[in-house]
């Protein structure tokens, strides 16, 4: 009889919004992150922060140092969202070309976010230096390269199209050039995509020895507190009909936040539709391979697959880094991981031969904007109320520049990004084609009210889950552990009743509508979702209890 894998024990749903590790634990463990009670009581304060990623953490920072009053909350412990899952992005090569993004927001909104990602990658080594925060921060070049081999009809093609993006970038004041038959050290595999586009200038560092530094930093400051396992349902803005005069923040507890402004810095507002319909939702998957130390060369690389593959490395020990790679990105709840980390294990094999062994395997998710710049600001019919969405691949950098630009903005200062980012944009006429495709497709999950994904609960493997669709009754999700225990909750996602899939990468329940995700628990580890699932028996109650009060 095969051994069963281990499932992750239920306190791990308040450490991180998946069963699997990032590699960011190996020399950043949960141990290590920060404490910080829960909220019993209301409480006041001018500014709310819901969130401790890098989008709440860095707004914190930026809102603490001008001397305004933070009250930070987090549904989970701290950093236990998806920064804590990043690929580790740090770069001004963005995942739309600089070519894409003038055609959609024009020749100044290019620059923009050329400027304001510079701006961001640079900070993070600025702040890091400045707190004394050692998070392996440096500066390398970014190389985005063919997914073609020398010599396929289609490699100059896609190569043309990189001296395009290069080209561009250069016109936006970014330092780029492009080396024909560049060779990478230590790409020394039988697969030849040389040729580079170079973005020189981009930067790395460990995401979570930041995030979790400037936190502690903020710990300590008078004007700075933070609740965790204090789940935001409601901001509301109350006053006059013309503008509200403070914001109340509600928690599932019963208590109080009243603020005069709050940023859900939560990867996706907590709210029906409106700029969450604007959003596409990816799951993207990532390994973390032993490589020699120095054996290759210290760099970002990128190529043009759809999904593309990306590389960065990062601290092992002494005699290996951590190549990591990511890539087979797929809409949540629409597909499964099948073969994906094996893929990107083949990838890297044919290319670097002196890999080792791959010690890290998880997967995150991605928020992407249907015109393919973040929406940072106002959330749409507020007057007090700010966002931080719709990171399309990068969420480090836009978390970053996100501190600026709305703490800026809650104090009244002109910021030249305001308007790209403005949630309330109207999109591009170019981008409708796209929103009117994604709103029909996603429409179409509903279909799933007419699906079941197992016969019945018997025929569940061991360590499993499946949604159970009884056409005499409402459908169950369904988590069956490694000793047989079955534990049932609502499989009707509380935000807009789409019907779940199992995720067996991660071991959670997905909404394939918006994003929302749910631990085998039922704890909701993704929003737009704002609560958990329902149990549906005393196994599903047991369990979930277990997992929120570990």
Same mark, same amino acid.
């Given at each position: 009889?095969?051994?069963l894998?281990?499932?992750?024990?239920?306190?791990?749903?308040?450490?991180?919004?998946?069963?699997?590790?990032?590699?960011?634990?190996?020399?950043?463990?949960?141990?290590?992150?920060?404490?910080?009670?829960?909220?019993?009581?209301?409480?006041?304060?001018?500014?709310c922060?819901?969130?401790?990623?890098?989008?709440?953490?860095?707004?914190?920072?930026?809102?603490?140092t001008?001397?305004?009053?933070?009250?930070?909350?987090?549904?989970?412990?701290?950093?236990?969202?998806?920064?804590?899952?990043?690929?580790?992005?740090?770069?001004?090569?963005l995942?739309?070309?600089?070519?894409?993004?003038?055609?959609?927001?024009?020749?100044?909104?290019?620059?923009?976010?050329?400027?304001?990602?510079?701006?961001?990658?640079?900070?993070?080594?600025?702040?890091?230096?400045?707190?004394?925060?050692?998070?392996?921060?440096?500066?390398l070049?970014?190389?985005?390269?063919?997914?073609?081999?020398?010599?396929?009809?289609?490699?100059?093609?896609?190569?043309?199209?990189?001296?395009?993006?290069?080209?561009?970038?250069q016109?936006?004041?970014l330092?780029?050039?492009?080396?024909?038959?560049?060779?990478?050290?230590?790409w020394?595999g039988?697969?030849?995509?040389?040729?580079?586009?170079?973005?020189?200038?981009n930067?790395?560092f460990?995401?979570?020895?930041?995030?979790?530094?400037?936190?502690?930093?903020?710990?300590?400051?008078?004007?700075?507190?933070?609740?965790?396992?204090?789940?935001?349902?409601?901001?509301?803005?109350?006053?006059?009909?013309?503008?509200?005069?403070?914001?109340?923040?509600?928690?599932?507890?019963?208590?109080?936040?009243?603020?005069?402004?709050?940023?859900?810095a939560?990867?996706?507002?907590?709210?029906?539709?409106?700029?969450?319909?604007?959003?596409?939702?990816?799951?993207?998957?990532?390994?973390?391979i032993?490589?020699?130390?120095?054996?290759?060369?210290?760099?970002?690389?990128?190529?043009?697959?759809?999904?593309?593959?990306?590389?960065?490395?990062?601290?092992?020990?002494?005699?290996?880094? #951590?190549? !990591?790679? &990511?890539?087979?990105? %797929?809409?949540?709840g629409?597909?499964?991981?099948? +073969? $994906?980390?094996?893929?990107? *294990?083949?990838?890297?094999?044919?290319?670097f031969?002196?890999?080792?062994?791959?010690?890290?395997?998880?997967?995150?998710?991605?928020?992407?904007?249907?015109?393919?710049?973040?929406?940072?600001?106002?959330?749409?019919?507020?007057?007090h109320t #700010?966002? !931080?969405? &719709?990171?399309?691949? %990068?969420?480090?950098?836009?978390?970053?520049?996100? +501190? $600026?630009?709305?703490?800026? *903005?809650?104090?009244?200062?002109?910021?030249?990004?305001?308007?790209?980012?403005?949630?309330?944009?109207?999109?591009?006429?170019?981008?409708?084609?796209?929103?009117?495709?994604?709103?029909?497709?996603?429409?179409?999950?509903y279909?799933?009210?007419?699906?079941?994904?197992?016969?019945?609960?018997e025929?569940?493997?061991?360590?499993?889950?499946?949604?159970?669709?009884?056409?005499?009754?409402?459908?169950?999700?369904v988590?069956?552990?490694?000793?047989?225990?079955?534990?049932?909750?609502?499989?009707?996602c509380?935000?807009?009743?789409?019907?779940?899939?199992?995720?067996?990468?991660?071991?959670s329940?997905?909404?394939?509508?918006?994003?929302?995700?749910?631990?085998?628990?039922?704890?909701?580890?993704?929003?737009?979702?704002?609560?958990?699932?329902s149990?549906?028996?005393q196994?599903?109650?047991?369990?979930?209890?277990?997992?929120?009060?570990?």
């Amino acid at each position: 009889m095969a051994t069963l894998a281990p499932l992750a024990p239920p306190q791990h749903t308040m450490e991180t919004s998946g069963d699997s590790d990032a590699v960011w634990v190996h020399l950043e463990p949960y141990s290590n992150r920060p404490q910080f009670p829960k909220l019993t009581k209301d409480i006041n304060t001018e500014v709310c922060i819901i969130g401790s990623g890098i989008a709440g953490v860095s707004s914190a920072y930026e809102l603490v140092t001008r001397g305004v009053k933070v009250a930070m909350i987090e549904a989970r412990e701290a950093v236990s969202g998806e920064s804590g899952r990043t690929s580790g992005h740090l770069s001004n090569s963005l995942d739309a070309s600089y070519v894409d993004i003038a055609k959609k927001h024009g020749q100044s909104g290019a620059k923009i976010a050329a400027e304001s990602h510079t701006w961001a990658l640079n900070r993070v080594g600025q702040v890091s230096k400045d707190l004394g925060i050692e998070c392996e921060y440096r500066h390398l070049p970014d190389y985005e390269i063919s997914q073609y081999e020398k010599g396929h009809p289609k490699h100059n093609e896609e190569v043309e199209m990189m001296k395009a993006d290069a080209q561009k970038a250069q016109e936006l004041g970014l330092p780029t050039s492009y080396k024909e038959g560049y060779a990478i050290r230590g790409w020394d595999g039988k697969v030849d995509q040389r040729d580079v586009a170079i973005f020189e200038q981009n930067a790395t560092f460990h995401p979570t020895q930041y995030i979790v530094g400037v936190l502690k930093w903020l710990a300590k400051q008078p004007n700075f507190e933070c609740y965790t396992r204090t789940r935001m349902t409601s901001v509301e803005e109350k006053g006059g009909l013309l503008s509200s005069k403070e914001v109340r923040v509600g928690t599932l507890d019963g208590q109080t936040i009243t603020c005069k402004n709050a940023i859900e810095a939560t990867c996706v507002p907590l709210q029906k539709l409106s700029v969450v319909a604007q959003l596409e939702y990816f799951r993207t998957y990532c390994i973390a391979i032993r490589v020699p130390k120095g054996m290759i060369e210290d760099c970002l690389i990128n190529d043009q697959a759809d999904p593309y593959h990306y590389i960065r490395f990062t601290a092992c020990d002494d005699k290996d880094d #951590y190549l !990591v790679i &990511g890539g087979g990105d %797929h809409k949540v709840g629409q597909e499964q991981e099948d +073969g $994906r980390y094996a893929e990107l *294990e083949a990838w890297v094999r044919d290319r670097f031969t002196h890999a080792g062994s791959v010690d890290y395997k998880w997967s995150g998710q991605i928020f992407d904007s249907t015109d393919e710049v973040a929406f940072i600001g106002l959330n749409q019919g507020k007057s007090h109320t #700010y966002i !931080v969405t &719709g990171d399309t691949g %990068h969420g480090l950098t836009h978390g970053v520049l996100a +501190g $600026r630009l709305l703490a800026d *903005e809650i104090q009244g200062i002109d910021n030249s990004w305001s308007k790209l980012y403005n949630p309330k944009r109207l999109p591009p006429i170019s981008s409708l084609p796209s929103m009117l495709s994604h709103d029909l497709q996603i429409n179409a999950q509903y279909k799933r009210f007419a699906q079941s994904d197992i016969p019945d609960i018997e025929s569940l493997p061991l360590g499993s889950g499946g949604v159970l669709n009884p056409k005499t009754s409402k459908p169950v999700a369904v988590f069956k552990d490694n000793k047989g225990g079955v534990h049932t909750f609502s499989a009707i996602c509380p935000h807009l009743h789409g019907v779940l899939c199992w995720n067996k990468a991660e071991n959670s329940f997905d909404c394939p509508i918006h994003g929302s995700r749910f631990s085998k628990e039922g704890v909701c580890i993704i929003g737009p979702a704002k609560a958990g699932l329902s149990p549906a028996d005393q196994g599903g109650e047991v369990v979930q209890e277990k997992a929120v009060k570990a």
